[in-house]
């Protein structure tokens, strides 16, 4: 199957860049028909992975690049956003729904990327994130 879109590019660390590369993304999801749902859940990880990307990961340094390598087709979205920074291990951030970290601000990106996207895969170094996800399956629970 042939790919609507299909692109790599790197971006400055700059959040700008990074609602354009977004909006490029999503505007193509809408133009496939895909339910809102879908769209809904992808923008939000989008958003939170490449804010975690610019912000976190590269800390807003002007000389970093994030990677965001995109793939889409009538039945799956496929995206990588890799930043330059050091990384993260995901298994170390809080679990935002445990009674202790209600108030904290910090863990609630990457669990609701989870719940509205069939993958979220992290690589060993936690620099770069692939987010799927599949047509068929948006507009059930899950």
Known sequence: MAFVEDFEEWIPSDTDAGQEIQERIIDVLEGLNYPPRGVFGMKLALEEALVNAIKHGNGMDPDKRVRV??????????????????????????????????????????????????????????????????????DQDR
């Open 69 to 138: 390598k995109c793939q889409i087709d009538v039945v799956k979205v496929r995206v990588e956003i890799e930043d330059e920074g050091e990384g993260f291990r995901p298994e170390d951030v809080p679990d935002p729904t445990e009674e202790a970290n209600l108030e904290k601000p910090c863990g609630r990106g990457i669990m609701l990327m989870k719940e509205f996207l069939d993958v979220v895969e992290y690589n060993s170094r936690g620099n770069r994130v692939i987010l799927e996800k599949l047509k068929g399956l948006i």
